[in-house]
């Protein structure tokens, strides 16, 4: 499995561009094969998975969600293999 550091610097260019610098925390509970980075000073989650499935309904639950409950704003997705 690859280090937190290594998955960041394969992000994409756009998503590195926004942490670039920027201090993170990992959080790990309740993540398997996931990475949760927590960028206090952004605001902002990072979330990278290998599993496409869970992925994509992920991303489809929280769009659904968006206009009836509190739920973060998905800003950037990407799906890249060799990311």
Do not use: C
């Not at 998955?7 to 920027?22: D, T, W, Y």
């Not at 309740?30 to 206090?40: H, K, L, P, Q, R």
Request: glycine share 4%; proline share 4%.
């Amino acid at each position: 499995m690859k280090k937190p550091g290594e998955i960041l610097g394969q992000a994409p260019s756009k998503i590195k561009e926004m942490i670039k610098n920027q201090i993170y925390r990992l959080d790990d509970i309740g993540m398997e094969n996931s990475f949760v980075f927590i960028f206090d000073e952004l605001n902002l989650v990072l979330k990278v998975t290998h599993n496409k499935d869970d992925y994509l309904k992920e991303i489809q639950m929280m769009k659904w969600l968006k206009d009836k409950v509190e739920v973060p704003n998905i800003i950037e997705y990407d799906n890249n293999k060799n990311y």
